[in-house]
């Protein structure tokens, strides 16, 4: 969740994406009565399926209208599953091929690079420090934090320390079974 807000930023920044004309007025399915309420909606569908394609390549258009739909409420009928719009999962899959984060697999479907993988790496990490950063300033949180995480960061001096008591261990081990 946070990755994908990370990212819809970063690709907004970036301002490679170009966002359509249409992009204010489209429904994102025919199951839906209005268009999203988030002006920059598809910055976030874009980072969701660029997370999506990373973690499971070989997804396609089919795939993400499956993916991305929803219930059609009909009335007084029952409600039917109903796929989402094609048009904007085509659209975003070519916008990321132009911007070389994604290319067409060969069994079908996307496949990310490795230019896109390292890109998406960074803004993880990125995302990953934002969120440290946010513990640190809440005390509820660090406190939390500390009782469930036994592992912390060890600097330089501290293994040398440990080192050092853990040689003078081994010794005394030895003089008591000699």
């Known amino acids: ?43 976030t569908r874009t980072a969701s399926m660029v997370r999506k394609i990373y973690i499971r390549g070989g997804t396609g258009v089919g795939g993400f209208r499956k993916v991305y739909g929803g219930q059609f409420r009909r009335g007084t009928m029952t409600n039917v ?19 070389g984060l994604v290319e067409q697999d060969e069994n079908g479907g996307r496949k990310i690079t490795k230019e896109g993988q390292r890109e998406l790496d960074t803004v ?10 946010e513990d640190e300033d809440d005390p509820r949180r660090r406190r939390r934090r500390r009782s469930t995480s ?4 060890i600097t330089k001096e501290g293994q ?19």
């Open 1 to 43: 969740d946070k990755f994908i807000i990370a990212f819809a930023q970063h690709l907004k920044r970036q301002g490679r994406f170009e966002i359509p004309k249409w992009a204010d007025v489209v429904k994102t399915s025919k199951a839906k009565e209005l268009p999203p309420n988030d002006p920059d909606w598809l910055y």
């Open 81 to 99: 599953f109903c796929k989402s719009s094609g048009k904007i999962a085509r659209y975003i899959l070519q916008q990321l091929e132009e911007m």
């Open 160 to 178: 040398r320390e440990l080192d050092t008591v853990a040689v003078q261990a081994a010794e005394v081990e030895e003089e008591d079974d000699e």
């Open 124 to 133: 993880a990490v990125q995302a990953a420090e934002v969120e440290d950063e």
């Open 150 to 153: 036994p592992s912390r960061k």
